[in-house]
């Protein structure tokens, strides 16, 4: 593999106002990822409007309303209208904006689609459509005398609509509103982000498709030139000797000798190979499993598998590193052999993880017992030792005989034949041994294949990314409410919010193609913005179970807020010296007040990977932004670092000019 090579750093830093700058920052950072070549993002040209609806859907069920907003509003205003469209053309406008982000064009457009609307067929989508309309207009109006019908209406939608409604027009609906629709919801947010087997499938998103095994016999060699020298010489010996016994006396003595000499030298080659063949073949697994020193270089293949058998720790098992590290060096050596030559060398290693956690599963099921286990040394063949014995003694018995018989040449008959029969037997009992390791290989083979089935079964109802959005969304909504909550600040004393997440250090990334990264375990901040202060909660969210632990709560009122900061580094990055350049960023978001300390700090990194997989990695940062809420909240927090509690007056000015821009 080659060596990663970084540029230098390049640093451009904008201040934003006064008291709050925007810095820049970039890295790149190895972690575990896993790209899955899945197509429910990607467009065509010529592609149909129906697949061009499913990818704009896609991209609002993700999280990346803006890409679904460009596509619908093509559909919409291009003549493939229908209720449906608009309705979701409509949501994806409202998605991830507060009241100063409704432009008077998009207020326009909201207002043509709703025209569009009305003159086709009433269904369950114009109704949807209309609750979402009359929700937006009961919130710009603060009718009371409007939202029982809006409520009602809404309460009448079936869950799912609910369900979206609720999320896409979350940052502008609030206060009583919001406490009525939640009583209404037919699916509760805190129990409704366990839902579709959460616990059960998530954790299959960062997970590889296994690659298939590959049968697998290690190299032997068990020619002796020294051995093959002896039996040559021996041979030139014995074969004049022997063609010299029929020259003389043709009597009993001699023939009798000979049939117990050849009886023997055959009893003596056929339990001798199986005798050796068998001690060389226990030799050679003792060898091969023998703990070696580690090597100088780890390979990716190395580092993955040591991980394997850490993660595969019995609870409590001392020692364990040591106690399997003989099994660990024979996958080392065995998978650094099989794949030295792999085009695609890294992408394959991260697709055998499933092998490697299942030969560190077996081991771990053996502990504590020694891990040779695994593979019972087989008993030595029945008989053969004491079979070999007995064609020995008939051999000596042959020679005895002979030599009675006044035979000098049985002599160099014996001193020959002995080498050209260790040879033979050697030659044999080599093949015999390699016989025996292919079936080794090949009953290895058949597990690993069966396990490879096994584990293509268990991945067949991993989620889709749009099952991974929905998670991470209704985890946002409770632990925004758990905030509030936890504060005891009431939904009319909030004023905005932000939701903002990161990955956590080494949490595993999960993304297809051109989807937003998803990861396993986040830090997700919440920051409440009351009429009187400020306050932030910061928890540790395991995503895969929907845990929520860690919480670091802070208060602190407007006038404390020093700066709200955004630093991009960017450093050039390249994959070896016949690789191109490519740029990478690593985005740090920084909150201060004027004693000095952060009481916030985030960090999105682009996740670059020496094998990273992503088409576009300016993409995935776009991508990246847009999900973790960071871009969302910057513009409010500078404004709240910047002005203190008047950017409340400033929040209300944006209000005003979107009731102005909306149409009646």
């Not at 859907?57 to 990346?64: I, Q």
């Not at 001699?254 to 339990?271: I, K, N, P, Q």
């Not at 053996?366 to 007995?390: N, T």
């Not at 802070?554 to 010296?577: C, H, P, Q, W």
């Amino acid at each position: 593999m080659n060596e990663d090579t970084l540029g230098d750093t390049v640093e451009n830093q904008n201040i934003a106002s006064d008291n709050a700058h925007v810095d820049q920052q970039i890295g790149v950072q190895h972690v575990d990822s896993v790209f899955h070549h899945a197509t429910i993002y990607n467009i065509t040209e010529g592609d149909t409007a129906e697949r061009k609806h499913d990818v704009a859907l896609a991209y609002l069920t993700g999280g990346v309303p803006r890409r679904a907003e460009a596509i619908f509003h093509e559909l919409v205003f291009d003549g493939d209208q229908s209720t449906e469209r608009i309705y979701y053309y409509v949501l994806a406008v409202l998605s991830e904006r507060r009241f100063g982000d409704l432009t008077a064009d998009l207020a326009s457009n909201v207002h043509n689609a709703g025209k569009l609307c009305a003159s086709l067929r009433e269904d369950e989508w114009s109704r949807a459509h209309h609750v979402v309309r009359s929700l937006v207009e009961l919130v710009r109006s603060h009718k009371g005398d409007r939202a029982f019908t809006a409520v009602t209406a809404f309460g009448g939608l079936p869950a799912d609509r609910q369900d979206e409604i609720s999320r896409h027009l979350s940052l502008l609906v609030s206060g009583a509103i919001e406490e009525q629709l939640e009583v209404e919801r037919k699916h509760k947010v805190s129990t409704e982000r366990f839902s579709r087997d959460r616990e059960k499938r998530a954790w299959k998103f960062f997970e590889p498709d296994p690659v298939l095994p590959v049968r697998y016999q290690p190299r032997t060699s068990f020619t002796d030139i020294g051995d093959l020298r002896s039996a040559i010489i021996g041979g030139t010996v014995a074969l004049p000797a022997f063609a010299g016994l029929f020259f003389g006396a043709l009597d009993l003595p001699l023939w009798g000798g000979l049939a117990v000499l050849v009886a023997g030298c055959a009893v003596m080659v056929r339990y001798g190979i199986e005798h050796i063949g068998h001690m060389l073949y226990l030799a050679f697994r003792r060898d091969a499993e023998r703990p070696a020193d580690e090597p100088s270089v780890l390979t990716q293949a190395d580092k993955l598998i040591e991980r394997c058998f850490r993660d595969a720790c019995p609870p409590g098992a001392q020692g364990w590193l040591q106690y399997a590290a003989g099994y660990r060096r024979l996958l080392q050596r065995r998978f650094n052999d099989q794949l030295r030559h792999d085009q695609n060398y890294s992408q394959t290693v991260k697709r055998l993880k499933w092998l490697f956690d299942w030969h560190a599963r077996r081991v771990a099921q053996q502990w504590p017992a020694h891990p040779s286990q695994l593979r019972p040394e087989p008993a030595a063949p029945e008989g053969a030792r004491a079979w070999r014995a007995v064609g020995v003694v008939l051999a000596v018995a042959g020679v005895v005989l002979l030599a009675a018989a006044h035979h000098w040449l049985v002599v160099p008959l014996a001193v020959g034949g002995h080498f050209v029969l260790l040879a033979v037997v050697k030659f044999f009992a080599a093949r015999r041994t390699t016989q025996l390791l292919l079936d080794d290989a090949d009953a290895r083979f058949d597990e690993e294949m069966a396990e490879y089935h096994r584990w293509r079964d268990e991945l067949s109802d991993r989620p889709d990314d749009g099952d991974m959005a929905h998670w991470l969304a209704l985890d946002k909504a409770h632990l925004k409410a758990e905030a509030m909550r936890g504060g005891r600040i009431a939904d009319r004393e909030l004023v905005s919010y932000v939701v903002l997440n990161e990955r956590t250090p080494w949490a595993r990334r999960g993304a297809v193609s051109h989807g937003p990264p998803r990861y396993e375990a986040y830090l997700v901040t919440v920051i409440l913005l009351t009429r009187h202060g400020a306050q932030s909660s910061r928890v540790y969210l395991d995503f895969v179970t929907g845990d929520v632990k860690n919480e670091d709560r802070n208060m602190f009122g407007y006038d404390r807020i020093a700066s709200a900061s955004l630093k991009v580094r960017e450093k050039t990055f390249r994959r070896g010296l016949d690789q191109s350049e490519r740029k990478v960023r690593n985005r740090e978001f920084r909150l201060r007040l004027l004693d000095g300390s952060e009481i916030l700090t985030i960090s999105q990194r682009a996740d670059v990977e020496s094998d990273t997989e992503v088409d576009d990695e300016t993409e995935q940062e776009q991508l990246a932004a847009v999900t973790s809420g960071i871009d969302a909240a910057i513009p409010i927090l500078e404004a709240v670092a910047h002005r203190g509690r008047s950017w409340i007056d400033v929040e209300n000015d944006r209000r005003t000019t979107w009731l102005r821009n909306w149409p009646d």
